[in-house]
């Protein structure tokens, strides 16, 4: 799965539940060679979540890594503090939003 995919048929993936009484705008940056322009918002409004390419007016919180790290952390093979810890995940904004990350990453 590359980063475009994941990005692309994440709004099909997020159980509502999970997102109920959030209101977050989050920016992905997702930087490297392999990455392209792969800059993505995720939108979250009480149970609703909206998935667009581009960029955020005012995210919330801006995540930036580089593409292979974002789906070796969404498919469970590096932990998101170790690479937060490391460097190789940057976050700029209210860096809270990123503990709930896991509200509609996972199924």
Known sequence: MTATEFFEGLASRINP????????????????????????????????????QGDAANPDITVTTTASDWIDMVSGKLSGQM???????????????ALKLQAFLQP
């Open 17 to 52: 539940e999970r997102i109920s009484g959030m209101c977050a705008t989050y920016q992905f940056n997702l930087i490297g060679d392999d990455a392209g322009d792969c800059r993505w918002v995720v939108a979250i409004d009480d149970g609703i979540a909206q998935v667009w």
């Open 83 to 97: 690479a937060f810890l490391s460097g190789r995940l940057k976050l700029q904004g209210d860096v809270s939003l």
